[in-house]
């Protein structure tokens, strides 16, 4: 499932607040969303995995990506023209560049079982 803004950003940082302890699976926080086969992502899975990149015609490049990331609440995406931040529970754990994309919608993918607690969604616009 896919839930994304109806209004398009360009410099933005979105904070998620969100309790996966009940959830197994990943999630894609995604900025720049044009259609699902083109936007950036930040992804995480119960697993402890973290990705950034960005989905081209549906092919993933992946610009950073880390491991062994658990028991988290506070996920944080930061996309600035051509430099790309992901945050988990404040500290920052992945660092990507790439051409700076075309403004898009915000939102994000949910693959996996269970529920999840979204107490808090909050879009700056940098």
């Given at each position: 499932?896919?839930?994304?803004?109806?209004?398009?950003?360009?410099?933005?940082?979105?904070?998620?607040?969100?309790?996966?302890?009940?959830?197994?699976?990943?999630?894609?926080?995604?900025?720049?969303?044009?259609?699902?086969?083109?936007?950036?992502?930040?992804?995480?899975?119960?697993?402890?995995?973290?990705?950034?990149?960005?989905?081209?015609?549906?092919?993933?490049?992946?610009?950073?990506?880390?491991?062994?990331?658990?028991?988290?609440?506070?996920?944080?995406?930061v996309a600035n023209d051509t430099h790309f931040r992901g945050y988990i529970n404040k500290?920052?754990?992945?660092?990507?560049?790439?051409?700076?994309?075309?403004?898009g919608s915000v939102g994000l993918n949910i693959e996996g079982e269970g529920s999840i607690?979204?107490?808090?969604?909050?879009?700056?616009?940098?």
């Amino acid at each position: 499932n896919t839930f994304v803004t109806h209004n398009n950003y360009q410099n933005v940082q979105v904070d998620y607040y969100i309790d996966l302890s009940a959830f197994e699976g990943e999630i894609k926080l995604i900025h720049h969303f044009v259609d699902i086969q083109n936007y950036d992502f930040l992804s995480f899975n119960t697993s402890g995995d973290v990705t950034q990149g960005r989905v081209i015609n549906s092919e993933h490049k992946i610009f950073d990506e880390k491991k062994d990331i658990s028991d988290s609440k506070f996920f944080r995406g930061v996309a600035n023209d051509t430099h790309f931040r992901g945050y988990i529970n404040k500290e920052m754990a992945v660092h990507g560049h790439g051409d700076a994309p075309r403004s898009g919608s915000v939102g994000l993918n949910i693959e996996g079982e269970g529920s999840i607690l979204i107490s808090r969604i909050e879009l700056s616009q940098l």
